[in-house]
């Protein structure tokens, strides 16, 4: 009698199993697409040298110091959000594996 009463509950509600595995694709597109970001984004961004000219000797103005500085910074911001999502990302793609389990 037990038994006949366990197999009428379904211990996991129908959206939940329909909907998790896509979620779950979606994350990992998602942490797939902002690894690349941060790839692209690490690979265009100048290094900081010590702004001295190599021939010469002198260092460089104001205005050469700073006239990349715009585009460094928003690869910089670009890539910390990136890293920001990622991280989220993963956290809440491990996260839905312990609210329902993959062979559940």
Do not use: H
Request: glycine letters at 4%.
């Amino acid at each position: 009698m037990f038994s006949m009463l366990l197999e009428n509950i379904n211990p996991v509600p129908e959206w939940v199993s329909n909907s998790f595995p896509i979620i779950r694709i979606v994350l990992f597109a998602i942490v797939g697409l902002a690894a690349l970001l941060i790839i692209v984004t690490t690979l265009f961004q100048t290094e900081e040298a010590n702004n001295t000219d190599a021939i010469l000797g002198q260092q460089d103005s104001y205005y050469s110091k700073n006239k990349g500085s715009s585009r460094n910074e928003k690869l910089k911001k670009i890539t910390i959000i990136a890293s920001i999502i990622a991280v989220v990302c993963v956290v809440l793609y491990f996260v839905s594996f312990l609210i329902y389990p993959a062979g559940a």
